[in-house]
């Protein structure tokens, strides 16, 4: 493979053949990234609403504290 390159012009191994590469595995770079991103916002949603349930929770039942102990 070195052999192949090492006769070429800079711009066809730094230019052409990254465009190339762009152009046909374009599509499964976007959806690998869509994805990624996709399931890093649904892991920051799950969060918020983890924690907000978690304050709700913990404001009512400090208000409400009895002396039932655990259940």
Known sequence: MREIFAGLPWW???V????IALVVFGGLIASVVGF???LL????????????LVYVVRK???GSSSSRGDW
Do not use: H
């Open 12 to 14: 066809v191994k730094w």
């Open 16 to 19: 052409a053949v990254p465009v």
């Open 36 to 38: 990624v991103i996709g």
């Open 41 to 52: 916002f649904k892991v920051l949603v799950f969060v918020a609403l983890v924690g907000g």
């Open 60 to 62: 009512f039942t400090a």
